[in-house]
């Protein structure tokens, strides 16, 4: 008897993952609640069709119904744990949280715990003390420092190619100006310190000229842009973008200037900022591989609410995280 049960938490712990061990019942349906920390942002508007194919995709390929209950908590934290709870209450199986406040993640997961359902979060990684608190919480997202590098890097590409597609007026300096994200996401003061720091050991002559935080808005980059454009100009060479859609912002005021000789760099690869890059309006961006992004979130929720394992393509960091591929995206590349 007792080895039977040794056999049994062997067996467990050999499982891990999404199990608790015991194979819960065959469901012949899926619950998952997700909730966007904002649903009128671009990028996150991107994951989330993708996850609709993928969820779509899940239910050909396993023949079990998946519901998504997609909510926006459109900024706010209050809303979102209030979306969870109503998650909880409908007897959602899975979670999937793109946190308003990632450094507030602990009302989600208390509710979560009690309730005994997981959480996969994405996105906005909430902190690692939280994150330690339950072996059924997971994080989907992209490595901010490998996306700053790559952004840096197809800048000190082009510059060693043809010095003078970047150093536009070829006195030996680059003049940059900077448009950041959130204050308190952890993209974007990685993405900045990487970014400038890759184009410097990269041997480009850069030269800050201002910068801004722009909350990861076209319109607000818009605005500072214009702003920029009259206090300095004809001296702007190089707008470095923390993402897509603030760079898309600086290329409206460009536009509404009348200024075409600038070059400007993004993150994400949206729709739209492909259109930007595709028309050369955008000179490159890092895309995040969001068909294997939301593919993930699906697979794990799945597994989770399964109680199966991950599918052994997509491995965990620590069991708990994983990082979505990206490239470099450049136009009129060969
Ligand atoms: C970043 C992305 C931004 C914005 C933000 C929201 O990773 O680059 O465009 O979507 O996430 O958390």
Known sequence: MWKRAVICMLLAAFLGGCTKGQKEEQKTEIRMGISLYRGDDTFINNIRSVLETKAKDYEREHGIKVILDIQDAKGSQNTQNNQVERFISLGCDVLCINPVDRMDASVIIDKAMTAGVPVVFFNRQPVEEDMNRWDRLYYIGVDAKETAVLQGQMVVNLYRKEPLAVDLNG????????????????????????????????????????????????????????????????TIELVVSNNDDMALGAIDALEREGIREMNVIGIDGTTPGLEALESGKLLGTVSANKELYASVIVELAASCAMGEVLPKEYPLEDGTYYWAPQEILIHNAE
């Open 171 to 234: 006195d030996g300096v680059v003049n940059y100006v900077l448009l950041e994200g959130e204050t308190s996401h952890q993209d974007s003061l990685i993405r900045t310190e990487w970014s400038i720091q890759t184009l410097k050991d990269g041997g480009v002559p850069i030269e800050k000229i201002t910068g801004g935080i722009a909350n990861w808005e076209r319109s607000q980059a818009s605005a500072l842009m214009e702003q920029w454009l009259s206090e300095y100009p004809d």
